[in-house]
């Protein structure tokens, strides 16, 4: 019955570490859940991974957005002079986003932005209860009207970071992201995004854009539970922005979950070497508090005056 217990304690215990622990993270990233396990290769740097990067198998903190501040592009990241120059998250410039696919219940993306389109010219929709357009602008729930509601009617956009604004479809290349068979780059030619918001790429996916043909020729893109082509990512779209990272800690979800073919051979060595070491903390950590609390003047004196108090006896 006692040893009983004590597994019940023990058990207890545990479980109460772990609730302060997620309550802990909860506080601190203003997410719930407040980390996610990286089930992918469509983030990686290195064909076995790397720690930094964002890997099949890692837990990223979901830091809200209000807690994290603006969401800053890639484009915004490189800016000569500009406010966020310099920028960068898990390896490249620009911030890493969680969000759900056209606002669907699929499983989230965890992808980089690498534009921020956000509107210039609007007009108000002819029925704003049917949300028609004229034929020259484009729905957009998000952005506000001129009577300060939100859903307004876009004719043309911007492109923050960059020198494209008032402009009814957006083109811009980035040098900086090499695209097998195009020397040029990533060239996002004629992309309408719709409404207000965030084009965004794997770094592992050969510029295969999130939004496909529609913002970049050569790519397939993402499509939701129902089979439509992801569009442009709305804020309320956004679950998170991707924080810390901690590395091989969800490969046991993976390998519940039957995905576990995601991660690498490295990442399955480095998750044994780091439990490994962790157990044999442990051991060493209680077998030196053992000793200490053995040797310790006071434990000897309590012993000293226990023998005493038997042999008066």
């Given at each position: ?251 046991v979800k993976l ?22 070491g962790l157990l ?34």
């Amino acid at each position: 019955m006692g040893a009983l217990s004590g597994w019940v304690r023990e058990a207890v215990l545990a479980a109460g570490l772990i609730l302060l622990l997620i309550i802990g993270l909860w506080v601190s990233t203003g997410s719930m859940p407040p980390m996610v396990v990286v089930e992918s290769q469509s983030m990686m740097h290195d064909p076995q991974g790397e720690v930094g990067a964002i890997d099949p198998g890692d837990l990223v903190l979901v830091m809200a957005q209000e807690r994290h501040g603006e969401i800053v592009s890639w484009a915004e990241a490189v800016e000569e002079g500009g406010v966020f120059e310099g920028w960068s998250s898990h390896g490249h410039p620009g911030d890493v986003i969680i969000y759900s696919k056209n606002g669907g219940s699929d499983t989230p993306v965890i992808h980089r932005v690498l534009l921020h389109a956000v509107a210039h010219d609007t007009t108000s929709p002819l029925d704003r209860s049917t949300q028609v357009c004229p034929s020259d602008a484009s729905w957009d729930p998000i952005s506000l009207d001129a009577d300060g509601l939100a859903g307004t009617c876009v004719l043309t956009w911007d492109v923050l970071g960059t020198n494209v604004t008032d402009v009814s479809s957006i083109d811009w290349t980035f040098t900086d992201i090499q695209c097998s068979g195009q020397p040029h780059g990533l060239m996002i030619q004629a992309w309408d995004p719709g409404h207000a918001g965030y084009l965004t790429l794997g770094d592992n996916n050969d510029c295969n854009v999130d939004q496909g043909q529609a913002a970049y020729s050569r790519a397939q893109g993402l499509s939701d539970e129902n089979g439509r082509p992801v569009l442009a990512v709305r804020d309320d779209w956004v679950q998170g922005v991707a924080g810390a990272e901690i590395p091989w800690a969800g490969t046991v979800k993976l390998l519940v979950a039957n995905n576990a073919a995601q991660v690498t051979s490295r990442s399955w060595t480095m998750l044994a070497g780091s439990a490994s070491g962790l157990l044999l903390l442990t051991w060493v950590i209680e077998r030196a508090t053992t000793r200490l609390i053995a040797e310790a003047p006071e434990i000897e004196l309590a012993r000293q005056e226990a023998e005493s108090s038997v042999e008066e006896e």
